[in-house]
Every structure is written in C-alpha cells, then in structure tokens.
C-alpha cells in the first residue's frame, strides 16, 4: 500500500517499521531499545508503545513485512522455462543490492539469530530452508532442460549460491565501491550454464 | 603459552578473554555488557576491570588474540608447491569447524561491525581484504603451476571462495548436524582442479 492511502496511524506505523529496520540493522537486535527507535521517529516511548506494545511484536512486524516481499519475489517458477527462472531471480539480486538498509538487516539478524533463544531463530531457520530449496529447485530444473554444462553436479548448488549470497553482501557492506553482488553472482551463475543468460 | 605456565592474573586474564569470546559470540559486541563478562567468569565488575579497562580493550584483546592464531595459520604459502598450500588452508577449514564459538564470534561480529563507527570495523576490513588475497593468490599460483581445468576464470575467485566460507558458516549454525562445511568447500575446491586434492 502507498504511504498517502494510510491513515494517520498507518502512516505512523510505517515510519516505526522503516526506523526498526534501520536500527535492528545498524546495531542489531538486542542492540537497539524501543526507546531509540521512538527517538529516530521522533515520537515518545509511549507513543510507540501504542503502535507495537514489545520489541519482539514490532521484530515480528518487520519479518512478517519482509515475508509479503519475498512472497512476491519467490513466486517465478510460474515462469515458463527454468532460464526464464533463472533470470528473475538475478534480476530481484539485482534490485537487492539497491536497498543496503535490508541487506544490513539481514547480514546482522541472520548472525544474532543463530542462538537458538533468539526471537528471529525460527524465521531464519525456516528462510535458510526455503531459499536453499529455491535454488536448488532451480538448478535441477536447468539441468532437467539441458541447460547445464557436462559434469555439473548440482548436488550441493543450492546451498553453496545461497551462502556465495550471503557472504558477498557482507563484503559489500564493508566495501561498496568495489564488491559488485550482483555481477559476481551472474557471472558464477553463467559459469555453470551452456549459454549465458543474456543481461 | 599453555595455561598451566601463567601465572593467577596471567590465567585470570584468560578466562576473562574465553568469557568474551563466547558473550560477543552470543549476543554481539554491542549486546555484550563488561558485568555479563563478570558474572560469567564468576568475578566483580571492579575485578574485571583491574584487568581490561574498557570493554573496547578486551574486544581488542579479543581479535588480537585471533590475528596471533591467524599469524601461525595464515604462513602456509613458504609450502612447496600450491597444491600442498591447498591441503593445508583446507585442512585448516576441516579444523576451524570444530570450535564453534570461535566460528559465532566471527559470524556476528563481522555482520555487525559492517558498520563504519563499529570497533572492530577496520580490523574486519583488513581481514577481509587478507583472506581474500590469500585465496585469490592461492588460486592464481594453481593456475601458474598447471593444476586448474582447462576455462577456468581465476579472477574473481579469491572473493568468492571467501564469501563461500562466510555464508556456508552461517547456515552451519543453524544446522550443525546437515551443513557439512568443510566438505562443501573441500568438493567445491576440488571442481576447480584437474586433479582433486588429498584427504
């Protein structure tokens, strides 16, 4: 939804939410209090209370936030062929390294939720699952039509581009000029296939 | 220097530093407090303090304590040929996955040192940029001594291999009993090889 179609209170909530990405990201989740984030918006702590009532209900709001994207995103294997898939999924790499403020937030929520008593341990756990099987699904089908080069196994290439993901934006956190995600990530992508995908 | 040959404060320290390791493994550096180092070490908070100042010190002792293992792991490229320096930063892989607490501390703290006003941000910085020397190098002296398949790019590998090692580290603490770490990078490795290293 467009910010100008919400409410007041809408409005509001988006601009908590938008503060709790910043900060979870930027300091992690156990490093940020409700009261900096009513302070970056600019409202009192119980004028932030009255929107989310803990710190975990608004982690669960910007998770469940997140989930609607990937929703959206993860919904390309309606495509007609596996390289039509494949090129989605690079192109959404693509625009994510666009939005630093979510790959920071996930660079630093997917390292504090290892501990299992983490509040976000079972979102990341059940997302690890399914992006992994994403890609592997899309790997098996390349292979399925052909598209892969002789001798690939694609055994382990779901978990291995899910982690080349995860570790490259890292690097690109600390070194935006000269880490390039998404170029990389095409470029080991295409290492694997007959024919390139086009750009 | 083994920890029977230090002395009380010698050992005290030690067990102050182990405290540390495990707390900003845990939590983070900035989810960290000195008292929870305290408690957990079963001493004061003045007791702590009579050995490291600040909590910015005993993070410095912390990595410095780590640059001086990475030291002795890192002198691996005086081996004779680059395929006995492979075996032995693979070998050194297989034994890093058998010190979790070293592997979380690292995890979290790169994630959130990515951060530029983060302690630890140019210490992470300088690691990343000598591990991924290190491997690209590796790769590159592969290739002089004939060892890499035929079309393979080495270019960017040295960023990969590490991004690579990041993220498969990170899944693996979600899943220690499914991620296989060292033996996804040892198979990975080895794709690129004419003739796959050792066990």
Redesign the interface.
């Known amino acids: 939804m467009a910010a100008e179609n919400l409410s007041k209170g809408g409005r509001r909530r988006e601009q908590i939410l938008s503060a709790a990405v910043e900060l979870f990201g930027?300091?992690?989740y156990?490093?940020t209090s409700l009261r900096d984030i009513a302070q970056r918006v600019g409202i009192t702590h119980p004028g932030l209370l009255y929107h989310f009532h803990s710190k975990q209900e608004l982690l669960s709001a910007v998770l469940a936030r997140r989930d609607e994207t990937d929703e959206a995103n993860f919904r390309f294997d309606d495509q007609p062929t596996a390289r039509a898939h494949a090129e989605r999924l690079l192109e959404l790499a693509d625009h994510n390294s666009t939005t630093p403020g979510i790959i920071?937030l996930f660079?630093?929520l997917?390292?504090?939720s290892?501990?299992p008593e983490h509040p976000a341990?079972d979102y990341?756990?059940r997302r690890?699952r399914r992006v992994?099987d994403l890609f592997q699904g899309l790997f098996d089908r390349l292979g399925e039509e052909g598209e892969l080069r002789d001798g690939v196994?694609t055994t382990?290439l779901g978990?291995?581009f899910?982690?080349?993901?995860?570790?490259?934006q890292?690097?690109w956190?600390?070194?935006p000029e000269q880490?390039d995600v998404a170029g990389?990530l095409r470029?080991?992508f295409n290492?694997y296939l007959r024919e390139p995908l086009g750009v």
Chains 1, 2 share one sequence.
Do not use: K, P, W
Request: glycine letters at 10%.
């Open positions: 930027e300091v992690g156990r490093g920071e660079a630093t997917s390292a504090e290892t501990d341990h990341f756990s690890y992994i196994d382990e978990l291995i899910t982690a080349l993901m995860d570790g490259l890292v690097q956190l600390y070194e880490v990389v470029r080991f290492g």
